[in-house]
């Protein structure tokens, strides 16, 4: 899927009434990409410095006084050394988040190579930039944006680097909204709304960031100039500065002032959207009768046409009267084509419409099941895995990514998860130690750890019964062979070349009598199973054994435990 925006795209409150109710949602965040300082736009807009980044290096474009905003103009990149993968991480309560994003190129890094890149949102993969970018993307940049749900407390925006490009970003923005806005409560909150194009006909781009007339949700709307078709061209741009009732309510808050203006014209109105294939997309209409010359229903009726199949007949006054804003919406399935084509056909008088929005439906994506990613962060710290392997945002999605990088993930055996099936980081330099959270991994099946630094002890929690390799040779690991280890279905055992010591379980070593292959050797310590020495009866691992104390007792010598 290719999800690239070229439409320039803000936020806009979504009101219905005529003397509406404070907007009750309050979390938002304006992060200027790529900036050092705080700073307060001539929209009164607050931009915080760059915050909640996972790697990456700031830089600024190469021609500044080209770009009006400040937070237009710095920009933060990620190359190679901060990993393929790396994200935005932004704490946030539950809900549905308005997410927009600016991304520009102009040549900051003097090498006239666009980068190709992919951005994900929770998961899910959204936008696809693919160079060559068109020449004015490349020098002016583009807004994108889209309406996510955040379940998790925490909003991850992640960017994959394909080849060696470096992923960029100037701005981000983050506004919560109304959770049942845009028919969540028929569609689910298992979608994304990707924005293909929010049109105010009649009116030139406005909303929060461009103008500052208001959209409670942060929406900006542009003009449908460029997408009208055909003979609708020449389209007449009627507007009105008389109140529109009906706005600014619950959940999806439309501005009035999408309502204020509209285009008209005799005969078919016709708009030509830009899409991708294979998706399903929620269109939504506006309308308001803002000709004060249409008194009575009838005068003005149309059919709503997309992709030829006729959704509604429209009859503005009947259903509404004048001056109150009316609008319905319709899911395309399984759009075949690249364009979709929206016609309003006059049944009597000439049609009208007040704002047009198009949303590709984008399928959320599996996600790695909750306690694995707690697993996944915690060896994450524990391991001290370098930047450069790109261990940021989830471990195994989106599906259409690689995994953090020497990770394996499969699906679950009910389909609704991904997890962890095989870790392999044999000499990659770690120096931590083995977090007791491995045990979070119940489908691991392969662990290689070999030839770092590590050491500490082996987690009780390797005791996984669908562990069937592991190899954590050429360590420094210290303490006993846990018992644990015995439950789990292991076909290779390599412990060689570390610091451990006492007693080898027996059924441990019984893999190598089975057929599977088993090494221990290299550690002076260990002790109990050919060739390895006999165990001392008395004292093991520095310590008077169970089976000495038992001895001891028997005999009553009275002799005290010095291992306390």
Request: aromatic fraction near 10%; proline fraction near 6%.
């Amino acid at each position: 899927m290719s999800f690239l925006f070229l439409f320039l795209l803000s936020l806009a409150p979504l009101f219905h009434s005529s003397s509406p109710l404070p907007y009750p949602y309050n979390t938002s965040f304006h992060i200027d990409c790529g900036s050092s300082t705080p700073s307060t736009d001539s929209y009164n807009i607050s931009w915080l410095p760059d915050k909640f980044f996972t790697g990456g290096s700031t830089s600024v474009v190469s021609e500044p006084l080209h770009f009006h905003l400040q937070h237009e103009k710095t920009l933060r990149y990620f190359p190679l050394s901060s990993g393929k993968k790396n994200c935005y991480n932004i704490p946030l309560p539950a809900g549905r988040y308005y997410i927009r994003t600016f991304t520009v190129y102009d040549n900051y890094d003097g090498k006239s190579h666009s980068p190709s890149f992919d951005a994900s949102v929770e998961g899910t993969l959204v936008f696809s930039w693919r160079s060559p970018w068109p020449e004015s993307l490349t020098r002016d940049g583009a807004y994108s944006d889209l309406f996510a749900f955040v379940k998790d407390g925490q909003l991850d925006l992640c960017f994959y680097s394909i080849a060696t490009d470096p992923p960029v970003i100037a701005s981000l923005e983050v506004v919560q909204i109304d959770p049942l806005s845009y028919n969540s409560a028929q569609t689910g909150d298992s979608y994304i709304l990707v924005n293909y194009g929010r049109l105010s006909p009649g009116s030139s781009q406005w909303g929060p960031g461009f103008t500052s007339d208001p959209d409670a949700f942060g929406r900006s709307w542009q003009s449908d100039s460029d997408y009208r078709a055909g003979k609708s061209e020449s389209a007449k741009v009627i507007t009105t500065k008389e109140k529109i009732t009906g706005t600014e309510k619950a959940p999806n808050y439309f501005p009035m002032k999408l309502y204020q203006s509209a285009v008209t014209i005799e005969g078919r109105l016709e708009y030509e959207l830009p899409v991708d294939a294979k998706l399903d997309y929620l269109v939504w209409f506006h309308f308001a009768e803002i000709d004060s010359t249409v008194k009575k229903a009838g005068e003005r009726v149309f059919d709503v046409l997309v992709n030829d199949k006729n959704v509604s007949r429209v009859d503005i006054f009947k259903e509404v009267g004048s001056f109150v804003a009316y609008s319905l919406n319709y899911t395309e399935k399984n759009l075949s084509s690249s364009v979709l084509n929206v016609k309003l056909s006059p049944v009597a008088g000439a049609p009208l419409i007040c704002g047009l929005e198009n949303y590709a439906m984008v399928p959320a994506d599996l996600a790695t099941v909750p306690e694995q990613v707690v697993a996944m962060k915690a060896l994450k710290d524990s391991l001290c895995v370098p930047d450069r392997m790109g261990w940021n945002g989830d471990p195994c999605a989106p599906t259409d990514w690689d995994a953090w990088e020497g990770v394996t993930c499969h699906t679950n055996k009910n389909g609704t998860g991904l997890v962890i099936t095989q870790i392999e980081l044999g000499s990659q330099g770690l120096k931590g130690y083995i977090s007791e959270q491995i045990s979070l991994l119940s489908n691991l099946i392969n662990l290689n750890l070999s030839t770092n630094s590590l050491d500490g002890t082996l987690p009780i929690g390797l005791g996984q019964k669908s562990l069937a390799r592991l190899d954590l040779s050429d360590n420094q690991f210290s303490g006993s062979i846990p018992e644990s280890l015995t439950s789990s279905n292991l076909q290779l055992v390599r412990l060689n070349n570390n610091l451990l010591e006492g007693r080898v379980p027996e059924e441990l070593y019984s893999v190598g009598v089975h057929g599977g292959t088993i090494d221990l050797s290299g550690n002076k310590g260990l002790c109990g199973v050919p060739p390895l020495p006999d165990c001392p009866l008395f004292w093991e691992n520095g310590r008077l054994s169970k089976g000495g104390k038992i001895h001891l007792l028997r005999r009553g010598t009275g002799i005290k435990d010095r291992s306390h």
